[in-house]
């Protein structure tokens, strides 16, 4: 191929420009309307989202993780290149670059160092839930995913929560001080999940602001994302979602039939043993005993982020 002088200069241009950084980093939550955001955010004209959602590239040292580890990312970003390419596509035109990880908060001990160091001058947005709730939709994430042996809430509480992801990423506030602490208090903006689900628009206005775009660009916000399911059954659940004999002979057997086609009869089977998460009923002890194991942590929270959680502690009596 003949290339003009013309042509090689914009080459060289384009191979030697760095990425802008990104200037704003969702922290957290998971469960808490994350993903919802993610979409908001993407339809401003002037906001431009990394392409992978949740890119968790600051949660560990993945340099320091073994190669079985890192090949484990699915994602695959495990460098400072790797991540600085995902904006490679922003323009001029996108006053505010961004990611979502919400796992950030939870891993605060290194992604605040992480972030304060290679972001210095982001802005970063964290979005909490009431925690009861937070874990209730956790636990039936986990189930619909077939992640691991689902052991019962209450009995997580009675061994109080030292070892259960599912129980402590409901503990906000010291991993929020700790990222106010590193990374200064006016960087960090905190935002309810009630108020993105009583008053979307009115709540994406407050984060356009935030990150210092256009507060006046309404998004379509009809659309909420990952609708709770739970499975009907958990042993045909897992059958169907995880590597078993069973699924690799049917796989086996079913070779002729286009990867496609299976894929899509192993789709329609997984909603057929699917309902609606208000099916699934949590146990009036669950609820009893989350809203005490919570409740001092959100008296510490309220006072933290000067918010009134009064709705959070008249469920957490």
Same mark, same amino acid.
């Given at each position: 191929m003949?290339?003009?002088?013309? #042509?090689? +200069?914009?080459?060289?241009?384009?191979s030697?420009?760095?990425?802008?950084p990104p200037?704003?980093?969702v922290?957290?939550?998971q469960?808490?309307?994350?993903?919802?955001?993610?979409?908001?955010l993407? #339809?401003?004209?002037?906001?431009?989202?990394? *392409?992978?959602?949740?890119?968790?590239?600051?949660?560990?040292?993945?340099? /320091?993780?073994?190669?079985?580890?890192q090949?484990?990312?699915?994602?695959?970003?495990?460098?400072?290149?790797?991540?600085?390419?995902?904006?490679?596509?922003?323009?001029?035109?996108?006053?505010a +670059?961004?990611?979502?990880?919400?796992?950030?908060?939870?891993?605060? #001990?290194?992604?605040?160092?992480?972030?304060?160091?290679?972001?210095?001058?982001?802005?970063?947005?964290?979005?909490?839930?009431?925690?009861?709730?937070?874990?209730? @939709?956790?636990?039936l994430?986990?189930?619909?995913?077939?992640?691991?042996? /689902?052991? *019962?809430?209450?009995?997580?509480?009675?061994?109080?929560?030292?070892?259960?992801?599912?129980?402590?990423?409901?503990?906000y506030t010291?991993?929020?001080?700790?990222?106010?602490?590193?990374?200064?208090r006016?960087?960090?903006?905190?935002?309810?999940?009630?108020?993105?689900?009583?008053?979307?628009?009115?709540?994406?206005?407050k984060?356009?602001?935030?990150?210092?775009?256009?507060?006046d660009?309404?998004?379509?916000?009809?659309?909420?994302a990952?609708?709770?399911?739970v *499975?009907?059954?958990?042993?045909?659940?897992r059958? +169907?979602k995880?590597?078993? *004999?069973?699924?690799?002979?049917?796989?086996?057997l079913?070779?002729?039939?286009?990867? /496609?086609?299976?894929?899509?009869?192993?789709?329609r089977?997984?909603?057929l043993n699917? /309902?609606?998460? @208000?099916?699934?009923i949590?146990?009036?002890?669950?609820?009893? +005993?989350?809203?005490?194991y919570?409740?001092?942590?959100i008296?510490?929270?309220q006072?933290?982020?000067?918010?009134d959680?009064?709705?959070?502690?008249?469920?957490?009596?």
């Open positions: 003949t290339v003009n002088p013309d #042509q090689r +200069l914009s080459l060289v241009v384009k030697t420009t760095v990425p802008r200037t704003f980093v922290i957290g939550v469960k808490a309307g994350t993903t919802s955001l993610y979409m908001y993407k #339809q401003h004209p002037q906001v431009y989202m990394s *392409p992978v959602k949740e890119t968790n590239f600051f949660e560990r040292d993945w340099s /320091q993780a073994t190669k079985e580890v090949q484990r990312k699915k994602n695959g970003i495990i460098t400072w290149d790797n991540y600085r390419q995902l904006f490679a596509e922003a323009t001029d035109v996108h006053i +670059l961004g990611e979502a990880s919400p796992n950030y908060l939870f891993h605060h #001990q290194y992604a605040a160092e992480q972030i304060h160091t290679r972001l210095p001058d982001a802005k970063l947005i964290a979005v909490l839930r009431n925690p009861v709730q937070r874990a209730f @939709s956790d636990y994430m986990h189930m619909r995913d077939a992640v691991g042996k /689902q052991t *019962p809430l209450a009995e997580q509480v009675r061994s109080r929560g030292t070892s259960s992801y599912v129980l402590l990423k409901g503990k010291e991993a929020l001080k700790h990222f106010m602490d590193v990374c200064g006016s960087r960090v903006d905190v935002f309810l999940y009630d108020d993105l689900c009583n008053d979307a628009q009115s709540f994406m206005g984060i356009y602001q935030s990150i210092g775009v256009n507060a660009f309404s998004a379509d916000t009809s659309h909420k990952q609708t709770a399911k *499975p009907k059954n958990q042993t045909v659940n059958l +169907l995880t590597q078993n *004999p069973i699924r690799t002979v049917a796989t086996g079913m070779k002729i039939v286009p990867t /496609q086609i299976r894929r899509q009869i192993r789709d089977l997984i909603n699917y /309902q609606g998460k @208000s099916q699934e949590f146990s009036e002890e669950d609820t009893i +005993l989350l809203q005490q919570y409740r001092e942590d008296l510490r929270l006072d933290l982020i000067q918010r959680l009064s709705g959070w502690l008249k469920e957490a009596r």
